[in-house]
């Protein structure tokens, strides 16, 4: 007697295994098949083709009430590990290129402001403060990454009319404290300040530039060299070239970080904005290129 292995192996057509499916269509299935069918299935792995049929058909499904009760009742109490790199490029891949349809949008501005049910994990906790590697790791992480125009102005617009409360307040006062007593608060850079960043930049001067133990950022400055240069707007620093001066006592602001730059040791070398087409001569005069 032949084993089953032996018999040719049967090829059911498309056909057929239609008229199967339409035929136990609506009839449950017992907790024996189901097993059966679970115990058979264990360690395949599907193929694309098979999982791209599989979501094909499901597409327009909506789940039942008590599909959605059993999902709910199987992911309860189980933590997602952390998204490999892999994972996270997949993901961005399949979303590249997708539009927003506008349904998608319907459906998020309708759960906006809709209460869910559940109660925030941290709701009622304080948490303990971020530690300076979390920190690190969250700006590495968010380094080179600029926002679009549309998403400042949604940003713009969620915030308007908003007031911070006073503890908020007090805190951003006391963050921004911290920074300044770091030497690390970033400074505006006029548009003169970075023209001239062609010249300075490739013989090593820094932007931005501090000497230790004083706060003022000067334009641009050399360790090794000890030269700091400062790039000044001749109405915002009344040069009195010609140009209406702005009436603020910044001139002696200047002389202050001059004599500082001086009492450290630095060569102070100053380019105004009216002498722009002679800024390379000035430099080079100056022993700086």
């Given amino acids: 007697m032949k084993s089953p292995h032996e018999y040719p192996k049967r090829v059911v057509s498309q056909e057929t295994r ?37 979501r094909q058909a499901k597409l327009g499904k909506p789940r039942s009430e008590e599909t959605k009760e059993k999902i709910r009742q199987t992911l309860t109490g189980q933590k997602r590990g952390a998204y490999t790199v892999e994972h996270r490029a997949a993901i961005s891949a399949a979303k590249k290129g997708k539009p927003v349809t506008p349904a998608m949008q319907a459906a998020f501005e309708a759960m906006r402001g809709v209460p869910t049910g559940r109660v925030p994990w941290n709701k009622g906790q304080k948490l303990p403060p971020i530690s300076e590697e979390h920190k690190r790791r969250i700006g590495e992480a968010s380094r080179g990454h600029t926002l679009s125009e549309e998403a400042r102005a949604r940003i713009s617009a969620a915030r308007k009319g908003k007031s911070f409360a006073e503890d ?3 805190k951003l006062s006391e963050a921004a404290k911290q920074r300044w007593a770091r030497d690390d608060t970033p ?24 000497i230790k133990g004083y706060k003022h950022p000067y334009d641009y400055g050399h360790a090794e060299r000890k030269i700091v240069v400062e790039v000044q707007g001749c109405y915002w620093h009344a040069h009195g070239c010609g140009v209406k001066m702005i009436q603020s006592d910044v001139q002696a602001k200047d002389a202050q970080h001059a004599h500082a730059a001086q009492d450290a040791g630095y060569a102070l070398v100053t380019l105004w904005q009216c002498q722009e087409k002679a800024w390379p001569l000035l430099l080079k005069n100056a022993g700086v290129l």
Avoid at 26 to 47: A, C, D, H
Avoid at 189 to 209: A, C, D, H
């Fill in 18 to 54: 239609e008229k199967h499916r339409q035929a136990k269509l609506g009839k449950p299935q017992s907790p024996e098949t189901i097993e059966k069918r679970r115990q058979k299935n264990l360690g395949q792995t599907r193929t694309v083709e098979a999982k791209e049929r599989i």
């Fill in 168 to 170: 908020h307040r007090a």
């Fill in 187 to 210: 400074a505006f850079r006029s548009k003169t300040e970075i023209r001239v960043g062609w010249l300075l930049e490739p013989f090593g001067f820094v932007p931005q530039y501090r």
